[in-house]
Each structure stands twice: as C-alpha cells, then as structure tokens.
C-alpha cells in the first residue's frame, strides 16, 4: 500500500484527523524527497487509559503513510514533572508503558517492527545531551518556560526548577531522535512552538509539529490519568466499562464535550472505516455507518439514543481491550503492573517529594485471617454483637468480613478461610499478591467503600472481588451457606 500512495495522499493520511500542523509546506516537501521521520513521546507517569487509542490510531496512519515512526518513553520528563514517577520506579515504569503500548497496538494490527522504542535516559543523559540543555538554559527565558508547560506540567503553588527544564527536554527531544517532525496533543502546543523559536538559536533545524485534539473524558473535561472518573483504565474488567460508561456524560442531542463521540470518531471510525449501532427494532433497528458525520448528526437529531451510543461503544471497546487483558493475565505482568504502581506512599530520592497513588486495587486493603474466641451482646443494640478477634499480634482496626443476602429477615455469616489457615495471615486477592497494604486507610478516599462494592460471593460460594478469587497461602475463602450475595 506504502507504494501505491502519492506525496499527496501520504499528507491527507498524515494529517488526517489532527486539529492543527505547524509547518505544512515543510511536510509537504520532505514527503516529495523521501519518508517522513517523526516521534511521539509519552511521559511513564500514571496508567495510560483508552484516550492513548488516540494517538494509536494515528501511529497506525503514520505507518500507513509510509513513515519511520519512533515512540519515546520519557522517564526523566516523568521525574522532572512535579515527580510524578518517583525515582525509584523510573525503570519500572518504564517497563509497564512498553507492554501497555506494545500490547495497544497490537489489538489495533499494528505492526511493531516497523517501530522503533527510545527511552530517554538512554540519551538524555549523555555528555553531549547535557551540554545542550545548558546552552538551551542560557538562552530561554523563565517566561517562556513557565509558559510553555502551563498546560502540560503539573501547576502547584511553589514550582520546582524541574518543571521549567521540561519543555527545553522536549524541543531537545527532537535533535537527539533525527526527525523532521514530532506529533502529540493540542495540549503541547506552547512546547512545539518553544522548539520552533529556539532550537535555531542551537544551530538544529525547526521541525514541523503535528496535533491531536484533547479528547473529552467520561465527565466531559479532559481524560486524566489521575481523574479516576474520567477514564476508563486499559486493564478495566467489562463489568467496570460497562459502568463507567453507564455514568458518562452524553446528553442526549449534545455533541459537545461528548468523550463518547469522540472515541468513535478519534479511534473506532480511523481504525474500522465504519461504526455499528446497535438497538431495538422498535427504535429504528441495527444501523451501520460509515461517515461519522452521520453519526454526529443522527444523534444531535436524537435519532440515536445516549443509552444504544453507550452500549455500542461499550462493545466496540472491549474487543479493543480483550487482547490486553488477555495479555496482562500473566504472572510476570501482573507482577509488573503492582511493582510498577505501588499502592503505598513511595518517598522520592534523596528526600524528594513522594507519590501516593490512589488506585483503587485490593492490595491497599490489609485483610487477615482471625479466630472468634467470644461473642458478646451489645450492651446498646438488639441486633449487634461484638467479637474479640484473635489477629496474633496484627495490629488492626478488626473488622469482620460476612456474606450477607438482604431480605426478610437479613442473612448474614462470616467467611470461612481454608482449613489450616493461622490467625494473622494474609488474605489477597488473585492476581493481587505482591501489593503492599495502606498503613493507614485515608477514610477521605473512602477506598474500602469504593473496592467492597466489587466483593461478592459466587455461586460456588467463593469470595470474589470482581470474579478474582480471595486466597490465603492454602487456598479460596469461602461462605459456608450463602451464595450470590454481598460481602460486608
């Protein structure tokens, strides 16, 4: 196909989609000489989310289009704002971002070996490199720093040094790699146009620089990583995509700000050519599109609903998501995946700043087996009771997990541990052994509240969270009698 394209066809292609390019007449005049270099660059810092199908989808054009693509894992710019990723989980994180985005492209057909993956402490550290940031230091004006991460470093009271060195990385970023263009979100904007007015100042050429519009998330501002309702998460169980989407904001006849609209013009319509709602037949039936314009338009009419959009993105995306998680069900990437994202507070280097990562993974929670040695009534209920709990030195606010079926009258009973199991030993959840547990539960975060919804007894009357087993070391904890219900 790569042959088959003119200059010209190659250019549409390229730029397809995007909501701005700088420097069109360079572009335009490199792809009449030869292939078009260029690179996108993610900074390690929180999990990527289904926005990353944006610029997926695009790479997958680029490539199409006949163009030498590299993807740059920016670790030190990952430290450098605000230490998003502490220093000690650099390499992990590192690590995590290229199985992720690996595993994306895969599930979209992309071929991998036509890409080539950078990560920027591989250069970025050198003699040469370093060199150059001092000269770019001597020449960009505080200003122009500041004001060129404005929308992409993290804005805090009391600014460190380390966010004002991260846009002249980024314009360097592109010496260093040999390309002739860099492509990302409208949200770089200020960055592209720093490496525009100072790289000459260098002696390096101005490269051309290629935009993705910010994509709305779930709530209708933009996707964030670190904006739990705003995203939905590449690891997400179906159950959890089909709830997130049921709370998206996507009223009817409204085409603004609709994360969900988006995501079929900026991924499922790029990537398929076609879109397929699919609903009752007293409402119109199955309709499949092929312009999403069409789409736009039938459901600013209120021709489609908010309810047959949701449910069709919903299937769409999982047959995106099935090869990920598929991918990520093994040990070592599970590993991996809780190595790299903590859930404890990590305190940064040298008496850096830390990180509390707020994802919401059973691992957080400190659950242990415990022996009833009395019961007691409470002296001011007629239906509550207290237990003393023997937890063998486990120092713990003692918490007693049932199963429980509401109705008439409520049935409740504690959870059964396997036989053999030992006061003070550690319940977790498949999939969730090697997380460490909070020392303390923030009960502002309310992360106990948020993960028991998800705890349920199966009809094999095991304890689940989200259909993954609670375990001991010796094996399934489980409720003697009561199936199907919640734990508490």
């Known amino acids: 196909m790569e042959g088959q394209l003119s200059p010209d066809q190659k250019f549409h292609l390229i730029t397809r989609n995007l909501q701005e390019v700088l420097g069109e007449e360079k572009l335009k005049q490199i792809l009449?000489?030869?292939?078009?270099?260029?690179?996108?660059?993610?900074?390690?810092?929180?999990?990527?989310?289904?926005?990353?199908?944006?610029?997926?989808?695009?790479?997958?054009?680029?490539?199409k289009a006949g163009c030498e693509v590299t993807i740059l894992f920016a670790d030190l710019h990952a430290y450098l704002d605000n230490m998003k990723a502490p220093w000690e989980l650099l390499e992990l994180r590192v690590k995590y971002y290229e199985q992720i985005i690996k595993a994306m492209l895969e599930s979209i057909g992309v071929p991998l070996e036509k890409l080539k993956f950078v990560k920027g402490t591989d250069f970025q550290l050198s003699r040469e490199y370093t060199l150059d940031v001092y000269r770019l230091s001597s020449v960009v004006t505080e200003h122009d720093a500041k004001k060129a991460g404005a929308e992409v470093v993290k804005q805090v009271e009391h600014p460190l040094l380390s966010g004002l060195l991260y846009p002249g990385l980024q314009a360097l970023d592109e010496e260093y790699l040999k390309v002739d263009a860099q492509f990302g979100g409208v949200d770089q904007r200020k960055i592209f146009t720093l490496a525009e007015k100072y790289l000459p100042s260098l002696g390096y050429d101005k490269r051309a620089h290629l935009m993705n519009p910010m994509v709305p998330g779930l709530?209708?501002?933009?996707?964030?990583?670190?904006?739990?309702?705003?995203?939905?998460?590449?690891l997400d169980s179906k159950e959890d995509v089909k709830k997130k989407l049921k709370k998206a904001f996507c009223e009817p006849g409204n085409?603004?700000?609709?994360?969900?609209l988006s995501f079929v013009k900026y991924v499922l319509f790029p990537l398929c050519g076609e879109f397929r709602i699919k609903r009752d037949p007293k409402w119109g039936g199955d309709k499949t599109y092929t312009e999403f314009e069409e789409v736009e338009k039938d459901f600013a009419d209120e021709t489609v609903h908010p309810g047959d959009l949701k449910a069709s993105v919903e299937t769409a995306l999982n047959l995106l998501l099935d090869p990920i998680r598929k991918k990520f069900e093994s040990p070592e990437l599970r590993e991996l995946t809780n190595s790299a994202y903590p859930s404890k507070m990590i305190k940064g280097a040298k008496g850096g700043r830390g990180e509390e990562n707020d994802e919401l993974v059973p691992s957080r929670l400190d659950i242990r087996v415990g022996k009833i040695i009395s019961v007691e009534k409470h002296p001011d209920a007629d239906s509550l009771y207290l237990e003393k709990i023997d937890m063998r030195g486990i120092e713990s606010q003692a918490?007693?997990?049932?199963?429980?079926?509401?109705?008439?009258?409520?049935?409740?009973?504690?959870?059964?541990?396997?036989v053999g199991s030992a006061p003070g030993e550690r319940v977790f959840v498949e999939g969730y052994e090697a997380g460490k547990p909070d020392d303390k539960l923030n009960p502002k975060k309310k992360?106990?509240?948020?993960?028991?919804?998800?705890?349920?007894?199966?009809?094999?009357?095991?304890?689940?969270?989200?259909?993954?087993?609670?375990?001991?070391?010796?094996?399934?904890?489980?409720?003697?009698?009561?199936?199907?219900?919640?734990?508490?």
């Open 32 to 63: 009449q000489e030869r292939e078009l270099r260029l690179y996108w660059g993610t900074a390690t810092t929180g999990k990527p989310h289904v926005a990353y199908f944006v610029p997926m989808s695009k790479i997958a054009d680029f490539l």
């Open 219 to 234: 709530t209708g501002a933009k996707m964030s990583s670190s904006e739990e309702e705003s995203k939905i998460d590449l």
């Open 255 to 260: 085409i603004q700000n609709n994360g969900v």
């Open 399 to 418: 918490m007693l997990l049932c199963a429980s079926i509401e109705g008439e009258p409520r049935q409740v009973e504690p959870l059964d541990p396997p």
């Open 447 to 488: 992360v106990w509240e948020k993960l028991q919804v998800d705890l349920k007894v199966s009809e094999e009357f095991t304890a689940q969270w989200k259909d993954k087993n609670l375990m001991t070391k010796l094996g399934q904890i489980k409720s003697k009698t009561l199936k199907g219900g919640n734990i508490c």
